[in-house]
């Protein structure tokens, strides 16, 4: 999850959000899907868009690892837990429910296209 920077697209947030709170380097990223939720603050009023960016990660990610995020964001120092799972078993938060079904989709018709990994169902714990 994330946001684009100022003149940065979507596409290029995906990777840097990827890096950032992964550390993972995704290769071929393609907007999967896109979907719409109720804004989530106070001083957010109406729609946020979402978009589900689908792509390959290295071999190595099959096993589970640890990330502690960098830079200088809130989350900055927040540690995830990753394994990959059956994606049939991911069950997300609603309104993030979203691209679910677009990713079973993709996960069908391509059989080389690894399972995406998930983070914790509630994001990872300060340290």
Same mark, same amino acid.
Not at 106 to 123: D, F, L, N, Q
């Given at each position: =999850?994330? =946001?684009?920077?100022?003149?940065?697209? %979507?596409? %290029?947030?995906?990777? /840097? *959000?990827?890096?950032? *709170?992964?550390?993972?380097?995704?290769?071929?990223?393609?907007?999967?899907?896109?979907?719409?939720?109720?804004? /989530?603050?106070?001083?957010?009023?109406?729609?946020?868009?979402?978009?589900?960016?689908?792509?390959?990660?290295?071999? *190595?990610?099959?096993?589970?690892?640890?990330?502690?995020? =960098?830079?200088? $964001?809130? %989350?900055?120092?927040?540690?995830?837990?990753?394994?990959?799972?059956?994606? %049939?078993?991911?069950?997300?938060?609603?309104?993030?429910? $979203?691209?679910?079904?677009?990713?079973?989709?993709?996960?069908?018709?391509?059989?080389?296209?690894?399972? @995406?990994?998930?983070? @914790? =169902?509630? $994001?990872?714990?300060?340290?």
């Amino acid at each position: =999850k994330g =946001k684009a920077m100022r003149g940065e697209t %979507d596409l %290029d947030a995906a990777y /840097r *959000e990827c890096r950032e *709170e992964s550390g993972l380097r995704p290769t071929d990223l393609q907007l999967l899907t896109s979907f719409h939720t109720p804004g /989530r603050s106070g001083k957010q009023r109406g729609m946020e868009t979402w978009n589900a960016f689908w792509g390959r990660v290295p071999a *190595e990610t099959l096993i589970p690892f640890t990330h502690r995020v =960098k830079g200088k $964001g809130r %989350d900055r120092g927040r540690v995830y837990h990753f394994r990959l799972v059956p994606l %049939d078993a991911v069950s997300l938060h609603p309104p993030l429910n $979203g691209p679910l079904p677009a990713l079973r989709r993709a996960r069908a018709e391509t059989a080389t296209v690894p399972s @995406p990994v998930i983070p @914790p =169902k509630h $994001g990872g714990a300060k340290p």
